[in-house]
Nanobody, 124 residues
Framework: VQLQASGGGLVRAGDSLKLSCQAS????????MAWFRQAPGKDREFVAG????????YYADSVKGRFTISRDNAKNTVYLQMSSLKTEDTAVYYC??????????????????WGQGTQVTVSS
């Protein structure tokens, strides 16, 4: 199983960036997906989650209205479109997959698989 995250980089505050996470080795359409992030010296935190069908999405309050999670089951890929980026969005972003149908999306230990992380740095 592999979750390959990409798309991170160095941007300025107010810019946009789109992350991608392509899965292999799993039946992607059967997994709920999420993005988490971890800033230096801080705990890993939930950013956004999406149901297996894409019909339900969930966001942390800190990113609601600025970030959009989506998925393409034909491409085994989940995306995170980030807009109006702030310096406090600087972190390593991880994608994660869970087969737990009843997940609340926000609890990291419920996830079965994790990507390797992609660095997002937002400068002022």
């Amino acid at each position: 199983v592999q979750l390959q995250a990409s798309g991170g980089g160095l941007v300025r505050a107010g810019d946009s960036l789109k992350l991608s996470c392509q899965a292999s080795g799993i039946t992607f359409r059967r997994y709920h997906m999420a993005w988490f992030r971890q800033a230096p010296g801080k705990d890993r935190e939930f950013v956004a989650g999406i149901s297996w069908s894409g019909g339900r999405t969930y966001y942390a309050d800190s990113v609601k209205g600025r970030f959009t999670i989506s998925r393409d089951n034909a491409k085994n890929t989940v995306y995170l479109q980030m807009s109006s980026l702030k310096t406090e969005d600087t972190a390593v972003y991880y994608c994660a997959a869970t087969a737990n149908y009843y997940t609340d999306y926000r609890t990291d230990y419920e996830y079965d698989y994790w990507g390797q992380g992609t660095q997002v740095t937002v400068s002022s």
